[in-house]
């Protein structure tokens, strides 16, 4: 469903790496995605990622974690985002998707990874009880006043390539810096890519913008997530 290869280069030698492994995903279908907290100062962000598996050959064990109720087949993360470094610092998976039983997360072993999730954002200064208030932004190619961004896209066809290859190239625009990346999808199988900016959050002049990638397929659907840069006036 995913080549994801991303990457490139800002007018300042920034680099963007949006390949598959540099995002917060958990290769399934995205139930909720939260901001605990983010810090400016610090350039770290706090994270839960909720997510569950689609059905295929069998269907997604309910494993009836804690506080799951509405969500009974769902698998919850936690992390720590680097803005500065552009990847994730530390993820810890308090609860594990299962499709049999045994593959779900014991109570003594969720207690122990949310532990150390909260130890950790509290050695990092990120307090999760903060749920920093989002600010809506508009569709591609709008800008976002706060702090002066910009945002295309453009879709190339690989006329030679049988699978229906496309590539798409988002670009950002800061004042004047240039970032920009790229991604490889197909169109084989009902293949679609879409990118949005999920949400933005800002702090004086600063803003940091939650990019969502998302794959769809006949086999199924994904979500990838990243941080964008600190952009500032």
């Known amino acids: 469903m995913l080549t994801a290869l991303a990457l490139l280069t800002a007018a300042q030698g920034a680099t963007l790496d949006r390949g598959f492994r540099a995002g917060i995903s958990l290769g399934e279908v995205t139930d909720k995605f939260e901001v605990l907290d983010i810090s400016f100062s610090k350039g770290l ?27 009974p087949v769902s698998g919850v993360m936690l992390g720590i985002w680097d803005l500065k470094a552009s990847k994730v610092q530390g993820n810890w998976m308090v609860y594990d998707i299962a499709m049999v039983a045994e593959e779900c997360t014991s109570h003594e072993e969720s207690t122990k990874r949310l532990n150390a999730a909260k130890a950790a954002f509290e050695k990092a200064g990120l307090d999760i009880a903060k749920k920093p208030k989002a600010v809506a932004v508009g569709p591609k190619d709008t800008s976002f006043a706060a702090a002066r961004v910009s945002w295309t896209r453009k879709d190339v066809a690989d006329e030679e390539d049988g699978m229906g290859g496309m590539m798409t190239t988002v670009g950002y625009k800061n004042g004047e810096t240039e970032l920009s990346f790229q991604i490889e999808w197909q169109r084989a ?25 998302h794959w769809g397929s006949m086999r199924g659907d994904s979500d990838i997530f990243y941080f964008s840069p600190v952009f500032a006036k």
Do not use: N, W
Not at 46 to 56: E, G, I, R, S, T
Not at 57 to 65: I, N, S
Not at 189 to 212: K, P, W
């Open 45 to 71: 962000v706090a994270f839960k990622l909720v997510a569950h598996a689609l059905p295929m050959e069998e269907e997604p064990y309910a494993c009836k974690y804690a506080g799951m109720q509405a969500l």
């Open 189 to 213: 199988m009902a293949g679609t890519y879409e990118f949005s900016i999920d949400r933005a959050f800002v702090e004086g002049s600063r803003a940091v913008l939650l990019e969502r990638h």
